[in-house]
């Protein structure tokens, strides 16, 4: 991740909480219905009427900041660059790596490994128990 990166997204997540809290401190349509009749949540700091104004165009100007914020994540995310796995590597051929190829030594000559001695089926044609030369 750059640093670039880093920053974006910090104040995305920044913007994202500071919006999420202005939503939250405007009242609903429904509170007008109730100042009408004299209830005394009218009585706000900004005024009656200065709250909504100054509440409602800071939530629109974070919203586009957000929408911004979401836009450049975006393409900082694609223009990253692309992970390939180890098998996807192009191979290397030995000593073009710069890695010096491993040799045997002279006395290690490569010997078959034994075979395991092949037990052939019985004439009658069910398998041979080679423990007590039974068939069952």
């Given amino acids: 991740m750059t640093t ?16 999420i ?9 429904g509170a007008d219905a109730g ?29 586009t900041c957000f929408f911004a ?3 450049g994540l975006a393409y900082l995310g694609a223009q990253r660059p692309e992970v390939r796995s180890v098998i996807e590597q192009p191979v290397v051929p030995d000593g073009a790596s710069g890695i010096p190829a491993v040799t045997p030594a002279p006395g290690d000559a490569e010997e078959p490994l034994p075979l395991a ?6 004439e009658s044609g069910g398998s041979s128990d080679p423990g007590n030369g039974t068939v069952p």
């Fill in 117 to 122: 001695p092949v037990v052939p089926p019985d």
């Fill in 35 to 63: 100042a009408a009749f004299g209830a005394g949540a009218s009585a706000t700091v900004f005024g009656a009427k200065g709250s909504a104004n100054f509440l409602s165009r800071s939530t629109a100007i974070l919203a």
């Fill in 69 to 71: 914020t979401s836009l």
């Fill in 21 to 29: 809290a202005l939503v939250l401190l405007q009242r609903g349509k």
């Fill in 4 to 19: 670039t990166h880093t920053l974006v997204l910090v104040a995305h997540v920044l913007i994202g909480a500071m919006m």
